[in-house]
């Protein structure tokens, strides 16, 4: 079924060209980008994105690091920790892996981290980047939603309407800027919108990121519409599902993302296309 888009064929792409240009670059015999992971506390979700990842490094051949710390580390340890991967000039991309536990204060994190080292575009300078249009590290689910968007043919929105189901500061805030730098007409809808549905049945592209398993049905979708599931949740019987109800809605969309084999790959390739473009910036630095 061609109206299904899956991510993860899509990835694959990218991953190849990471990986040639990484071949490349061992064959010069120069130091190899670094991506390195954080991760605080043992929680069970996490450790499937971190899996992913880590065998994403090793097949493109990008060096990667895991440090796994106590769920019970203070605010100050962990900034130090921070400091010295800032200092470390083998690294060149740090993610945090997110949620962090309830004592930690999650912004003050981000603010640590070298805004030239924000693999996921994080900091607070680089998300203030994004929105005046500033070259930058674009967070990677959102890149991954935008490169989907352009492989499908859809990159000049110029007349479309955009609506997102969901606000956070990870997928809803920034998609919904990239959509509007490439002129969608973009509505953010959220707890507090009145009629969601409604909103949403307006969308040529609607970009589900709201956390609900299932919760968009063939009534909430406009004939010919793109949609993009960004959900990451798990049904009664503990499998993967979206936000999307994709058996309902197909048959009006255009185009989907399926759970999985969607977004979530491309996430991960964007994470590593994030790492390379911090590479070349720190070996342009380094002369
Ligand atoms: N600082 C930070 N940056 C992140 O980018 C980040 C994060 N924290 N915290 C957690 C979420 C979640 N996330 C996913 C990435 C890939 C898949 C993915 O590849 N999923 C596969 C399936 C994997 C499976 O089967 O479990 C798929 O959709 O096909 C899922 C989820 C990134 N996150």
Redesign the pocket.
Same mark, same amino acid.
């Given at each position: 079924m061609d109206k299904i888009i899956y991510g /993860?064929v899509i990835a694959q792409n990218i991953k190849d060209s990471i990986k040639a240009r990484i071949d490349t670059i061992k064959e010069k015999g120069q130091r190899l980008p670094k991506l390195v992971v954080v991760v605080v506390g043992s929680k069970v979700?996490?450790q499937?994105?971190i899996r992913?990842k880590e065998k994403a490094c090793q097949a493109i051949g990008m060096e990667n690091d895991l440090i796994q710390l106590d769920d019970a580390i203070t605010q100050q340890e962990l900034l130090r920790v921070i400091q010295q991967l800032n200092h470390d000039h083998t690294v060149d991309g740090i993610?945090?892996?997110?949620?962090l536990p309830k004592h930690i204060q999650e912004n003050e994190i981000l603010f640590a981290i070298d805004p030239n080292k924000d693999v /996921?575009g994080?900091h607070p300078f680089n998300v203030g980047k994004m929105m005046i249009q500033e070259k930058t590290f674009i967070p990677?689910?959102p890149k991954g939603i935008m490169t989907i968007l352009k492989h499908i043919g859809y990159e000049d929105l110029s007349g479309l309407r955009a609506v997102i189901l969901g606000r956070s500061n990870?997928v809803g805030r920034p998609v919904s800027q990239l959509l509007l730098n490439q002129h969608a007409t973009v509505t953010v809808c959220h707890t507090r919108t009145e009629d969601v549905a409604k909103e949403a049945a307006n969308a040529d592209i609607l970009i589900a990121a709201a956390g609900q398993p299932r919760m968009v049905k063939a009534d909430w979708v406009k004939n010919g519409a793109v949609v993009i599931d960004v959900g990451?949740n798990r049904d009664e019987c503990g499998k993967?599902c979206g936000d999307v109800d994709l058996d309902e809605v197909i048959a009006k969309c255009r185009y989907i993302t399926p759970?999985?084999?969607?977004?979530?790959?491309m996430?991960?390739a964007m994470?590593l296309e994030n790492t390379l473009e911090a590479y070349d910036l720190h070996m342009e630095k380094e002369g």
């Amino acid at each position: 079924m061609d109206k299904i888009i899956y991510g /993860d064929v899509i990835a694959q792409n990218i991953k190849d060209s990471i990986k040639a240009r990484i071949d490349t670059i061992k064959e010069k015999g120069q130091r190899l980008p670094k991506l390195v992971v954080v991760v605080v506390g043992s929680k069970v979700a996490s450790q499937s994105y971190i899996r992913g990842k880590e065998k994403a490094c090793q097949a493109i051949g990008m060096e990667n690091d895991l440090i796994q710390l106590d769920d019970a580390i203070t605010q100050q340890e962990l900034l130090r920790v921070i400091q010295q991967l800032n200092h470390d000039h083998t690294v060149d991309g740090i993610l945090i892996q997110m949620p962090l536990p309830k004592h930690i204060q999650e912004n003050e994190i981000l603010f640590a981290i070298d805004p030239n080292k924000d693999v /996921d575009g994080f900091h607070p300078f680089n998300v203030g980047k994004m929105m005046i249009q500033e070259k930058t590290f674009i967070p990677c689910t959102p890149k991954g939603i935008m490169t989907i968007l352009k492989h499908i043919g859809y990159e000049d929105l110029s007349g479309l309407r955009a609506v997102i189901l969901g606000r956070s500061n990870v997928v809803g805030r920034p998609v919904s800027q990239l959509l509007l730098n490439q002129h969608a007409t973009v509505t953010v809808c959220h707890t507090r919108t009145e009629d969601v549905a409604k909103e949403a049945a307006n969308a040529d592209i609607l970009i589900a990121a709201a956390g609900q398993p299932r919760m968009v049905k063939a009534d909430w979708v406009k004939n010919g519409a793109v949609v993009i599931d960004v959900g990451v949740n798990r049904d009664e019987c503990g499998k993967l599902c979206g936000d999307v109800d994709l058996d309902e809605v197909i048959a009006k969309c255009r185009y989907i993302t399926p759970v999985p084999k969607g977004v979530g790959p491309m996430t991960i390739a964007m994470l590593l296309e994030n790492t390379l473009e911090a590479y070349d910036l720190h070996m342009e630095k380094e002369g």
